[in-house]
């Protein structure tokens, strides 16, 4: 009793903000039964019901929903997901913990993914973002030692790398900067074979996986890559500022045109999703090859009219991940599908997802239904009117590393200060929040969904950069080994 008291104590900060994320789960679980759904959930159901590759998502997610077929439950699907953003918050404050971090900042950078509102409604939802971002902020945790990386760490950031591009494709980019930090520990010390080896497994790991989903998605559609969208969404998201006038395009291009300016033009996912989009108009089905190739020309042909509109849409969007409040976008549809329901969504109406539904209705052996349970949901609606991250909180995050090394550099005047070991680690983790924010931002267009997997990363980041542990690259922060009878650590 005296060292769980004892452990209590000294984790007692984290264990308060966990046991009311555990019950803010709960009460979800309670209020809303057995999930929530978002459009993008049929699609994944389909794909785990008939395992195919997708032409727009990558089919992570859905075996991840095959693996949980045998309980025919998609409750049980949510319970794995609160509880996947609960392990979140656990890595996180260990992680911080172990490198040196005071207790109530390891705590303090937990709070966004344990009691954010928004967080907690995207792990009730079905898709994909939970298991993403618990397979990122895995990776980053890893690297957050930092120590030197032996060929099994490296094996194992491939693999987690790997799961998370096959889950969504915006992990594709965090392989380079993985790759990179493996490079850059490797040459920092100085084991030519060390850094080789380590360097082989990263790649290994990363790239047999995706090469056989590859394989896969060829041989169902005769088409290299791991989805098939990618000039649809560009086509989209040059929608944005696209002047045919500008671009002159040819005669099988110009279909594509919209006559309207651009600030009366609807926002991208319309040109996708809407049957009076142009593409959508095309013969066959949007996401055909022939259709695809026609996007992405599309796509292409207008960054090079436009590259400094381009440029500043993607930053338009980018900024928008640090508004203060949550204005309405990209449209009201997407907006109310993140915020708890007053009442049960309709059954859909669209083909793709009305077959979705019925064969979800055979993974739950049972009627589709969505349950709206008073008081409980009227708690969880309440709680989201106020505990969110504001996006000018994100962005102080996202400074805070920045300032620390500046300070760091002023302080000690030499650049190994910016550059020990655990401070390369707190990069990495920084800059692939701000990948996993300004990739969308590029490629397709803003989403609050889109924002959700950066902050935890964003949370670590700026914790590791004001913990004042050892951030030599040589020097490891001591780990506790032993238990005695008046302490008990972690």
């Known amino acids: 009793m005296g060292r769980i008291a004892a452990w209590t104590r000294r984790h007692g900060w984290f264990l308060a903000v966990f046991a009311l994320g555990a019950a803010l789960r709960i009460v979800t679980m309670a209020g809303y039964r057995p999930a929530l759904w978002f459009p993008d959930s049929y699609t994944y159901v389909v794909t785990a019901m008939r395992p195919r590759p997708d032409l727009v998502r990558p089919a992570g997610y859905s075996m991840f929903l095959r693996l949980l077929e045998p309980f025919h439950s998609f409750a049980v699907v949510t319970l794995v997901q609160h509880l996947s953003g609960l392990l979140v ?12 971090g005071r207790a109530w900042v390891a705590a303090l950078a937990s709070v966004p993914v344990l009691l954010d509102a928004y967080q907690i409604q995207l792990e009730h939802l079905l898709v994909s973002d939970s298991l993403f971002t618990l397979l990122v902020v895995a990776a980053c945790c890893l690297v957050a030692r930092g120590r030197a990386v032996s060929p099994r760490t490296a094996l194992a950031l491939g693999l987690l790398l790997a799961a998370s591009t096959l ?6 980019p965090l392989i380079a900067v993985f790759g990179l930090y493996v490079v850059w520990r490797g040459i920092r010390e100085g084991s030519r074979r060390r850094l080789a080896r380590a ?10 996986p995706l090469g056989a989903y590859g394989g896969w998605f060829y041989a169902t559609y005769h088409r290299i890559g791991l989805v098939g969208s990618n000039g649809v969404f560009l086509y989209s998201r040059t929608m944005m500022f696209a002047d045919c006038a500008a671009m002159k395009p040819p005669a099988d291009l110009a279909v594509l045109c919209d006559p309207r300016p651009p600030s009366a033009r609807p926002s991208p996912p319309d040109y996708i999703w809407n049957t009076a989009s142009p593409l959508v108009r095309q013969p066959g089905i949007t996401f055909s090859q022939a259709n695809d190739a026609l996007a992405n020309r599309f796509g292409m042909l207008a960054i090079r009219s436009r590259p400094l509109d381009f440029a500043e849409s993607v930053l ?3 900024a928008r991940s640090f508004t203060f409040g949550r204005p309405v976008y990209p449209d009201e549809a997407t907006y109310e599908a993140y915020q708890f329901p007053v009442t049960a969504p309709p059954p859909p109406d669209r083909a793709p997802a009305v077959t979705g539904a019925a ?4 993974y739950e052996r049972g009627p589709l239904t969505v349950t709206v349970a008073e008081p409980y949901a009227g708690w969880m609606r309440a709680y989201q009117d106020v505990a969110f991250l504001p996006g000018a909180a994100l962005l102080v995050l996202l400074l805070v590393p920045p300032a620390a090394a500046l300070a760091r550099l002023r302080a000690r005047g030499r ?4 550059l020990g070991g655990g401070t390369l680690a707190a990069w990495t ?3 692939t929040a701000v990948a996993l924010l300004a990739a969308p931002a590029a490629t397709a267009a803003f ?11 964003a949370c670590l980041a700026a914790a590791l950069a004001v913990t004042r542990g050892r951030r030599d690259a040589g020097e490891r922060t001591p780990e506790p080994v032993e238990m005695r009878s008046d302490q008990a650590v972690l």
């Open 167 to 172: 889950t969504r494709t915006v992990g594709l």
């Open 316 to 318: 338009t969007e980018f």
């Open 89 to 100: 918050g656990v890595l996180i404050y260990v992680t911080v913990r172990r490198a040196g």
């Open 429 to 431: 983790v920084w800059l």
């Open 359 to 362: 064969l979800a209705e055979r």
């Open 447 to 457: 989403d609050y969904r889109y924002v959700l997997p950066a902050a935890p990363l």
């Open 199 to 208: 360097l082989g497994a990263f790649l290994l790991a990363a790239l047999v």
């Open 415 to 418: 650049r190994e200060a910016a």
